[in-house]
């Protein structure tokens, strides 16, 4: 499965908002990806030496096999 997420990233690097644009998955994955990602910590976007808000698109693939 594939999902695409955007995230809004504070000044400080930390993620303000996740947004789902797009899951192939359920919902119930959809909320523990949404999670995690929310407790990333990134590198602040800078503008003109000060650091600023910005947004990231981070893509998940799932792949997996029934044994």
Request: charge should be negative.
């Amino acid at each position: 499965g594939r999902m695409l997420f955007s995230l809004l990233v504070s000044e400080q690097g930390e993620v303000d908002a996740v947004l789902n644009e797009y899951s192939s998955l359920g919902p119930e994955f959809v909320a523990v990806v949404q999670e995690a990602l929310a407790q990333m910590r990134l590198q602040p976007a800078m503008h003109g030496g000060k650091y600023v808000k910005s947004r990231a698109r981070i893509e998940v693939n799932f792949s997996y096999s029934v044994h």
